[in-house]
């Protein structure tokens, strides 16, 4: 895999990609551009969200495997595991001390629960509270609308949380204890894709981001049976940091731990899934004088134990239930850390391009929009409007090809020229043997009424094919049997007719091709046909000798008399004279 591809979490393999714009039209920031037909993710607009990973129909959409630099990471260094509080959703099957045992079976130096970089966080936002001065506050704990706030709603950048995300916080906490960046590893395991971004982005805290399919398969591979083990996670165990993975708790860890603690009152409010978030956010925090509003967003529906990586057979529900019930026996009695996890958020920079008035224009003349009624915002392309579509296009985001509506009114206009540049008849009907096109050649090879027919409306559409012509039994053969019917000569009025009949779409759709056989080119193509017909006949019997005297050397004399003998018998004609 080359470095570019690499340094991507989301990626197409192109030559599976079937350019069915699928994934442009449901991305929900349009990180998507079609390049020579193919879908490819742009990083700097992805959020890693995942979405286009679920409904990319023939899976071309692939997430980078990191489990060889895991694999090197563990014979440089000791490397100790954060895994994900939904761990408990995920493996359901396993122990505490089973899923540590695996761990330490793999090379792991030690495994915690992120959920401690959690309890971090939670602790640290309730002393932030009665200082915090803006009328919302928004958690910075989901890499996906971190990144999306940060590149498409600049305005509400400034209500982030200004610390470090659970995994971030739980891994300055690994290294603070076990040893600096040069001396351990931290690799996460989880159900997300975004933290393989937010990895990416601070390596100085996780070094790899794993997801559970990928423990899944160093198991399997490596042979992994579970049992027992006689240690427990390295670290104490997380409290209301536990909730996190679901919707709605973080506001449940932060409503319990200023319970215990107390502190100034917010408003929490919670929302999943990445639609409409600016207008989630629009308003939020202008009647609440006196209490800041605290708003929870995660990116998958359902929180993190729905993530794009779950592979989890278990409903929605259950899995909620199972981090539920650990969140309720945990409860709050860690101790809490003291260690500083504030930062101040620096927003990627994000190419923006500026679209003039002209540039659009110019786009939508050249895919046929000359005028607003000609904008059918259908949305084949993938983009909500033409308009949004010819930013794309000026942006390098998209392809004139990708306007479905061009390239509909494009063929059919190069299928009317050719129908009626033919200088044979033609005539298409549907399954009711009723005309659904035909050129002015055909009209003018029937003649009288139907030609006159033909100038008061060009293609007979909707016409019975019967009420013109006597031979519809053909076209009703053809239409039953699917076999073609070729160079069938009928009379017609004073004139000759050769026609072939032959399917388009079985039992639907039949077509017709008529000529005048009296007519000189005419004539000409039927006598270079027999002709090539007659020639392609004796290529095939000198083909033929050819063959048996290649294959029968030895008896060559034999054979070839035989050959002689057998053609002199068929011409009346005496073997010497061959």
């Known amino acids: 895999m080359n470095a570019e591809v690499y340094r991507r979490p989301i990626y197409t393999e ?66 100790y595991a954060s895994l994900a509080p939904s761990y408990v959703s995920e493996f359901p099957q396993y122990t505490e001390n089973e899923i540590v045992a695996a761990f330490e079976d793999l090379g792991f130096a030690g495994v915690a629960e992120t959920a401690i970089g959690a309890d971090m966080v939670t602790r640290q936002m309730i002393d932030m509270l009665p200082s915090y001065d803006l009328p919302i506050m928004i958690s910075s704990a989901c890499p996906s609308i971190h990144h999306l706030i940060c590149t498409c709603y600049s305005e ?13 916080s739980h891994a300055k906490l690994l290294h603070d204890q076990f040893g600096g960046e040069e001396e351990i590893g931290v690799v996460f ?43 427990g996670f390295c670290q104490q165990k997380a409290s209301t940091g536990a909730y996190y993975p679901i919707s709605g708790g973080m506001i449940k860890s932060l409503e319990t731990v200023q319970r215990l603690t107390g502190g100034r009152k917010f408003i929490g409010y919670e929302y999943s899934g ?19 509003v605290l708003i929870e967003l995660l990116a998958c529906r359902g929180g993190c134990t729905n993530g794009p990586l779950a592979a989890s057979t278990l409903g929605q529900l259950k899995r909620r239930h199972y981090v539920e019930t650990v969140g309720d026996h945990r409860g709050e009695r860690s101790a ?76 059919e206009n190069k299928a009317n020229a050719l129908i009626k540049t033919m200088p044979s008849g033609l005539v298409i009907v549907d399954h009711e043997l009723t005309i659904i096109e035909c050129n002015r050649q055909f009209a003018t090879l029937l003649g009288g009424d139907i030609l006159h027919a033909y100038e008061a409306k060009p293609g007979l559409e909707g016409v019975p094919l019967q009420k013109i012509v006597p031979f519809t039994s053909d076209f009703a053969d053809v239409r039953e049997s699917g076999i073609e019917k070729s160079d069938m000569t009928i009379r017609f ?36 046909r027999k002709a090539t017909r007659v020639l392609e006949r004796n290529v095939s019997t000198v083909q033929q000798i050819a063959y048996l005297l290649g294959e029968n050397a030895a008896e060559g004399e034999s054979m070839l008399n035989s050959i002689i003998s057998s053609f002199g018998e068929q011409n009346g004609e005496e073997r010497d004279g061959f």
């Open 156 to 168: 509400y950048e400034k209500y982030l949380v200004p610390l470090l995300s659970p995994m971030q």
């Open 493 to 528: 009025n004073t004139k000759i007719l050769q026609l072939t009949i032959f399917p388009i779409e079985e039992r639907r759709v039949t077509g017709g091709i008529i000529q005048d056989v009296t007519v000189p080119w005419v004539q000409r193509d039927n006598i270079i």
């Open 14 to 79: 192109k030559s599976e990609c079937q350019d069915c714009y699928k994934c442009v039209r449901q991305c929900p920031v349009k990180a998507i551009k079609v390049s020579d037909g193919h879908a490819q993710i742009i990083p700097d607009r992805c959020i890693a969200c995942g979405h286009c990973l679920a409904i990319c129909p023939i899976q071309a959409k692939k997430v980078r495997n990191d489990i060889p630099k895991i694999h090197r990471l563990l014979k440089d260094r000791n490397v």
């Open 336 to 411: 809490p850390v003291s260690l500083d996890i504030s930062q101040s958020w620096v927003s990627p920079a994000v190419p923006c391009h500026q679209v003039s008035e002209q540039q659009i224009q110019q786009v939508l003349r050249s895919i046929g929009k000359v005028c607003a009624q000609d904008e059918k915002n259908c949305g084949g392309c993938g983009y909500n409007s033409c308009r949004d579509f010819a930013r794309a296009c000026t942006d390098q985001r998209a392809e004139a090809r990708m306007c479905v509506s061009h390239l509909r009114k494009l063929s």
């Open 274 to 292: 990445v639609d409409h978030i600016d207008e989630i956010l629009e308003g939020v925090g202008e009647q609440c004088e006196g209490k800041t």
């Open 189 to 231: 395991f989880g159900p997300c894709i975004a933290k393989k971004m937010e990895a990416d982005r601070t390596p100085e805290y996780v070094q790899v981001s794993a997801t559970f399919g990928d423990l899944r398969e160093m198991i399997d591979k490596n042979g992994i049976q579970k049992r027992s083990g006689m240690r």
